[in-house]
């Protein structure tokens, strides 16, 4: 046993009471906790602010070129619309998941599931009447979107593999294998050897209303059923239970496990629709930027909006103005796209930052205080 | 090197969480070569103090001096440069971890030679007793050898004050022999050591001194060759209080639920419930006296059909309904509101508001993919105004409410199925008097209306007048079985203590 | 054999900038935190440092500002999930999507500020930046080629991975790390000051993916700036994280193997193995798909995920 205590050097490091610490502090209301997010939106368009100050513009003309950008003509509102469908709809898949705490990171996976399952129909039963066409591949997207979206969901299951590794690598073999099937059994031999899959027929792609492919929709019908799934049907009540314990769920006579697999194959599934509306509407073809990283986008997107379906439609239309406000940005200022994805990382990151503040608070030390 | 005079003297120390006070100016010294017991039941505040010497917590008020020198703890490497070494009653250990590298965390300077430093180790564990294998890995060890790498952490580190949390808890008698030694001879080295434990025996065969605290206030401290068992036992639980709590006479009686020779194991693989008999009858009210952690938690698990046992049978109408679903048990009649320490555990979900707690044994009803949400809104605004619960609106969620609003949620949720079986664990904790009160007049009419209730409480003022018969667990064993009207307070502390009552059990 | 000994060789190439981004990795998982920023850490490493070598003409400084800006992008990660305790997750994905949107603005940027519209690093650094040829060694027919004649970033990248075996299993601050990684209120119990060890390593582990994101500008691209140069590599590190079961000199291996498995299609002819090269690309994402589900099977408590990854540690005040 060593020696005894010195206190005196003891005492002298502990004497202060630290600088800061960080304690819980009592609920705040849903009011507070909007103002605290708002403001969090506020302080990253001002930094943003800064980051383009520093670039050398004027950060007003900029922001109000973004915000033309998308809505100055019908034209560019349309392409703002086409770019919302997709991150509107994986974005609703992408909560349920979460909503179950199931880290679904697996989107762009599932919405190259389900293009591919749909296109598989588009591209060679396209002579079938376009109505039943349609529901066809719809449905196939949905088959094809939620038994990818499945595959994790087993494996966690049984073996409790972590799902956001798992999705993480099915994502890229869902990439490859568009691959695959452009250069191999799906090539278009039209293309002169160009690698490519062929064009869908214009019985295969999806209607346009008011000049848009009708994704948006579907997009809307699939916020209002998301919505209603999760806060009025058994399912939905089923979630809200397990995600909080499993213990409580099986008191109330839940199955925790066929809740998780029922949640994963419907968001996979929807991912799936997100990529049907791409493909057929937007892409025309099977392409393999078919997800684009949207899968990701959409993560980002259901955080922001509290996995609330509403909130989600609000944040991936201001997501949507700003991705296509910035195209505009190189045409107008010479300035790279690419401003897009950093005012989306800055804005997130304020976000998660003022998260912190609505759960905990720092407390100083206070001055003259031993 | 100081091994005399103080080692450690509390003074004033207080301690509130939000409207709790836990520490409530308590003192409390103990000095070099000496072993101090700590006694006091749940919620007295010995866990509060002791986090609070260990780091983890700071006093509100209230001085601490070690050795003689005021300090401030402010982190767990504050305590642990002040040579306090705390084993905690949940190890603290890294399980893919050897023994050695858990020993070796934490420390200053480079990573010794493994030679060297295994040397070391067993030098320090023969010098006392201990047995030690520096290289096995934590996940591969017994309890007891986990308790010993936990000492070796804090001797390792020059700690001269110990201070172990429940230790025997978890040991055999054989165990606890080894450990007495190994602490005898750390003592006899000039260590100052706490020791916190609710064994009456052992308080008696290893300690000098005794401090009790009650309510987090310390009561008194006194020298254990001058006391007793009896002595003790009056201090920790007090004296009794009379609390006019209607007891209406049970008629009707029949017995409901049979509990045949039951023995659970705990998650972590010690006794949970060991060879448990009794019956619990239509039409009166149960009570389970019993230190925390004593089996109440595991029995009342096992009867909702929410663990796997060991052995044994619970009959329920002369049905056995061990191996069913929580949900077939729901079916039958028998409904359980179990709170456990985090209140928000299991019977309610947190973020969901009242009616959505209230759904959750019925939200299946109702035909089609939709919840009915209407009766269970209708049963949430009716206990607002029944059980007078606190809430901005029946959908706030119920996290934001207070302890004893939570309660009233779960009890009136669980007696609205009218349940022929009503089991509920510490439905009091945290609750002011009026609310308690309107609490027991829930009981009482359960009880009138024939049903069995089995009441889990840490008060033994509130069981002595509201229950029937008492049933006392340590350990997982019954103590005893006891008529409420004519058995005394005293005598339940020292059943909860581990002592048998001789005067025959009722109805076992 | 000259084809065998050319495929190994384009193999280590391949596999080096997976390297610096899973050794970076692992550090951040050992200290508990799952950092799916590392494709975006490793894009402002490729920007920082090949501007820096174009703009300084030195080696040395693009490799030390790749260093920095890793660790700067590190520290926003760390400031969110560590003392903000933000979800892991959204966060790293957020950096990515910043990162690589940064990298590719600021070069873009540049672009826009040269006449040709290109960007090539100096004569200086591209010829620090060939094949060492080592007197005597390098000329050892087969193993000259096979260990000895490589450009020094991939030296750079088994010494740092060496030093991190080093640190991580024989040095105390490594054991420390490791606890808190594994159960951060034990370290916290025995006086570890989890936040700082936090702090450090992920910056660190940040710092080590810039380099390896400087590789894919600087030496992959050929000297030349293009957009997106990381092009998939961080995730493929986080993937060969596993498939290295958390072990730095298992990395070396991994990367190696990934590497192998990226360069595989140009060396097996068509004619005997008609495999389509889009499953030689999906091969390493399946083969980390299966360590994953089988380590998840044999529940091997030592070859897994450090125990508390993913979680953020708050020493409750009740």
């Given at each position: 046993?060593k020696?005894?205590?010195s ?8 004497k ?9 502090r ?17 302080l990253?368009?001002?930094?943003g ?5 520093i ?12 915000f ?9 509102f349309?392409?703002?619309v ?5 991150l509107?709809i994986?974005s ?8 179950l705490k199931?880290?679904n990171?697996?989107?762009e ?9 749909a ?5 060679f039963?396209?002579?079938?009447p376009h ?6 591949m719809?449905a ?7 038994l990818y979206?499945?595959i994790p ?11 956001t ?8 073999i869902?990439?490859?294998?568009i691959v ?10 039209a ?13 295969a792609?999806?209607?346009k ?13 699939i916020t209002g ?18 995600s909080?314990?499993h213990?409580?769920a ?8 066929k809740?998780?697999?029922?949640t994963?194959?419907?968001?996979g ?8 509306t ?6 025309m ?22 996995l609330?379906p ?9 997501f949507?103005?700003?991705?296509k406000?910035s195209s ?24 998660l ?8 608070r ?7 205080v031993? | ?16 969480f939000?409207?709790v006070?836990?520490?409530d100016?308590?003192n ?12 006091g ?8 103090l002791?986090?609070?010497l ?5 006093q ?8 003689g020198?005021?300090?401030s ?9 002040l040579?306090i070494g705390?084993i905690h009653?949940?190890?603290?250990l ?14 200053p300077?480079?990573?010794?030679k493994?030679?060297?430093?295994k040397?070391?180790?067993i030098?320090?564990?023969e ?24 000492i070796?952490k ?25 450990l ?6 750390m ?18 065969a ?10 987090g ?5 006194v ?15 007090g004296k009794?209080?009379?609390l ?6 049970p008629?009707?009686v ?13 998650e ?11 019956d ?11 230190i925390?952690g ?5 029995l009342c698990?096992?009867i909702?059909?929410l ?12 049905e ?7 949900k077939e048990?729901i079916?039958l009649?028998i409904s359980?509101s179990f ?21 959750l044994?019925?939200?299946k ?5 939709f919840?009915?949400r209407?009766?269970?809104?209708e ?12 809430t901005?609106?029946?959908?706030t969620?119920?996290?934001m ?19 022929n ?6 439905p ?5 008097i ?6 027991y ?5 359960q ?14 003022d ?7 018969r008492?049933m ?8 005893g ?8 307070k005293?005598q ?6 581990g ?10 | ?30 200290s508990g935190?799952l ?12 920007c ?33 999930t ?16 910043f ?15 040269t006449?040709?519209?290109t ?6 650094v591209?010829?620090q ?7 005597g ?7 000259g080629?096979?260990f000895?004649s490589?450009?020094?970033f991939?030296y ?6 060496v030093?991190?075996y080093?640190?991580l ?8 790390l490791?606890a808190?990684?594994?159960?951060p209120?034990?370290a ?23 380099i390896?994101?400087?590789y ?28 290295a079961?958390?072990s730095?000199a ?5 990367a ?8 595989l299609k140009y060396?097996v ?11 030689y690309?999906?091969l390493?994402f399946?083969?980390?798909?299966l ?9 091997s ?18």
């Amino acid at each position: 046993m060593k020696g005894g205590i010195s206190v005196s050097e003891a005492v002298k490091t502990s004497k202060k009471e630290p600088l800061v610490r960080i304690i819980k502090r009592a609920e705040r209301s849903n009011r507070e906790i909007f103002t605290l997010r708002l403001l969090s939106v506020v302080l990253a368009l001002v930094a943003g602010g800064i980051f383009i100050l520093i670039i050398g513009y004027n950060p007003f003309t900029v922001y109000a070129t973004i915000f033309s950008g998308a809505f100055r003509s019908s034209m560019a509102f349309q392409a703002t619309v086409k770019i919302m469908v997709p991150l509107l709809i994986s974005s609703l898949g992408v909560t349920l998941a979460f909503k179950l705490k199931f880290w679904n990171i697996g989107a762009e996976g599932q919405i190259i599931a389900g293009a591919v399952f749909a296109s598989y129909f588009a591209l060679f039963h396209s002579d079938w009447p376009h109505f039943l066409l349609m529901i066809v591949m719809f449905a196939a997207s949905i088959i094809g979107g939620g038994l990818y979206g499945l595959i994790p969901a087993v494996f966690k299951a049984k073996f409790d593999t972590n799902e956001t590794l798992f999705t993480l690598m099915l994502n890229y073999i869902a990439l490859n294998f568009i691959v695959f099937l452009r250069d191999g059994p799906w090539a278009d031999p039209a293309s002169g050897g160009f690698p490519k899959i062929a064009r869908f027929a214009k019985n295969a792609q999806l209607d346009k209303a008011f000049g848009i492919q009708i994704g948006w929709i579907i997009g809307l019908i699939i916020t209002g059923a998301v919505f209603v799934y999760l806060k009025y049907t058994k399912d939905g009540y089923e979630i809200s239970v397990a995600s909080e314990s499993h213990a409580t769920a099986r008191y109330a006579g839940m199955n925790p496990k066929k809740i998780m697999l029922k949640t994963m194959f419907l968001s996979g599934a929807v991912c799936g629709i997100a990529g049907m509306t791409q493909a057929a509407g937007s892409d025309m073809t099977l392409a393999t930027s078919v997800a684009g990283g949207v899968g990701f986008t959409a993560i980002i997107v259901a955080w922001l909006a509290q996995l609330n379906p509403f909130g989600i439609l609000v944040v991936s239309f201001l997501f949507s103005v700003l991705e296509k406000g910035s195209s505009v940005m190189q045409s107008s200022f010479g300035l790279s796209s690419y401003s897009a994805s950093v005012l989306q990382g800055i804005i997130l990151f304020f976000v998660l930052g003022c998260e912190f503040f609505v759960r905990y608070r720092f407390v100083f030390r206070k001055k003259g205080v031993a | 090197m100081k091994n005399k005079g103080l080692a450690i003297e509390c003074t004033g120390i207080t301690k509130t969480f939000g409207a709790v006070i836990a520490n409530d100016n308590i003192n409390l010294s103990v000095n070099f070569g000496e072993i101090l017991a700590l006694l006091g039941e749940n919620g007295s505040g010995k866990t509060t103090l002791m986090n609070i010497l260990s780091g983890i917590y700071h006093q509100d008020s209230g001085s601490i001096k070690i050795a003689g020198d005021e300090v401030s703890i402010n982190s767990p490497a504050d305590s642990i440069a002040l040579g306090i070494g705390m084993i905690h009653q949940h190890f603290k250990l890294v399980d893919i971890f050897s023994a050695m590298d858990n020993i070796a965390a934490g420390t200053p300077g480079k990573l010794k030679k493994k030679s060297v430093f295994k040397k070391e180790i067993i030098d320090i564990s023969e010098k006392l007793g201990l047995k030690i294998d520096p290289e096995k890995k934590i996940y591969n060890m017994s309890v007891s050898e986990k308790q010993t790498v936990e000492i070796l952490k804090v001797l390792y580190r020059g700690a001269r004050i110990l201070i172990l949390d429940e230790p025997t808890a978890v040991l055999t008698p054989q165990e606890t022999d080894s450990l007495f030694a190994i602490l005898k001879k750390m003592k006899e080295d000039g260590c100052a050591i706490i020791i916190i434990t609710h064994k009456l025996n052992e308080v008696l065969a290893i300690s000098d001194r005794v401090t009790i605290l009650r309510k987090g206030k310390s009561i008194e401290t006194v020298i254990t060759s001058e006391t007793n068992e009896k002595q003790l036992t009056e201090l920790m639980v007090g004296k009794p209080v009379s609390l006019s709590i209607d007891r209406p006479v049970p008629e009707n009686v029949e017995q409901l639920l049979n509990v045949y020779h039951l023995s659970v194991t705990k998650e972590d693989g010690t006794v949970g419930l060991e060879d448990v008999t009794f019956d619990i009858n239509k039409g009166e009210i149960l009570g389970v006296a019993g230190i925390a952690g004593s089996g109440q938690k595991e029995l009342c698990e096992t009867i909702a059909g929410l663990i796997p046992i060991k052995k044994g049978a619970v009959l329920y109408n002369k049905e056995n309904i061990i191996g069913k679903t929580p949900k077939e048990i729901i079916d039958l009649g028998i409904s359980m509101s179990f709170v456990p320490e985090d209140r928000l555990g299991m019977g309610l979900v947190a973020p969901l508001g009242m009616v959505d707690n209230m759904l959750l044994k019925t939200y299946k009803n109702g035909r089609g993919p939709f919840v009915d949400r209407a009766p269970a809104k209708e049963l949430a605004e009716r206990l607002v105004k029944k059980l007078k619960i606190k809430t901005p609106s029946v959908e706030t969620p119920v996290r934001m409410l207070s302890g004893g609003n939570v309660q009233k949620v779960l009890l009136g949720r669980e007696i609205e199925s009218e349940p022929n079986l009503l089991i509920t664990a510490y439905p009091v904790r945290g609750l002011d008097i009026n609310s308690a009160y309107t609490i027991y007049d829930l009981l009482n009419e359960q009880k009138k209306k024939n049903a069995a209730v089995l009441f889990i409480g840490e008060d033994l003022d509130v069981l002595l007048e509201l229950a029937d018969r008492i049933m006392v667990l340590c350990h997982g064993k019954i103590t005893g079985i006891v008529d409420a009207e004519k058995i005394t307070k005293e005598q339940i502390g020292l059943m909860m203590m581990g002592h048998e009552y001789e005067g025959g059990n009722i109805g076992e | 054999m000259d084809m065998l000994l050319n495929f190994l060789a384009a193999a280590v190439l391949a596999g080096a900038p997976l390297l610096f981004g899973t050794v970076g990795e692992i550090i951040n998982e050992k200290s508990g935190h799952l950092n799916l920023g590392v494709e975006g850490i490793m894009a402002i490493g490729a920007c920082a440092g090949f501007m820096t070598g174009y703009a300084t003409d030195s080696l040395i400084a693009a490799l030390i500002a790749a260093f920095i800006s890793g660790v700067i992008a590190s520290v926003i990660y760390a400031l969110l999930t560590v003392t903000f305790m933000a979800n892991q997750n959204v966060t790293g994905l957020t950096l990515t999507i910043f990162g690589v949107g940064l990298s590719n603005f600021f070069g873009e940027y540049m672009l826009g500020k040269t006449e040709n519209n290109t960007l090539k690093l100096p004569e200086n650094v591209t010829s620090q930046l060939r094949n060492i040829n080592i007197p005597g060694l390098s000329n050892i027919p087969v193993v000259g080629k096979l260990f000895f004649s490589y450009n020094i970033f991939i030296y750079i990248g088994v010494v740092i991975a060496v030093l991190i075996y080093f640190y991580l299993n024989k040095t105390k601050a490594g054991l420390n790390l490791r606890a808190v990684g594994e159960n951060p209120a034990a370290a916290d119990a025995v006086g570890i000051n989890v936040t700082r060890l936090k702090y450090i390593n992920i910056l660190l582990g940040g710092g080590i993916c810039g380099i390896g994101g400087a590789y894919c500008s600087m030496i992959t691209c050929g000297g030349v700036w293009m957009s997106g140069s990381v092009n998939g590599l961080g995730w493929i590190s986080v993937a060969l994280v596993i498939f290295a079961i958390w072990s730095p000199a298992r990395a070396i291996f991994g990367a190696f193997v990934f590497g192998a498995f990226s360069v595989l299609k140009y060396y097996v002819p068509k004619n005997i193995i008609a495999v389509p090269n889009a499953f030689y690309d999906m091969l390493p994402f399946i083969i980390t798909a299966l360590v994953l589900v089988i380590t998840s099977i044999r529940q091997s408590k030592e070859n897994s995920q450090p125990a508390a990854c993913g979680l953020s540690y708050f020493r409750e005040e009740r």
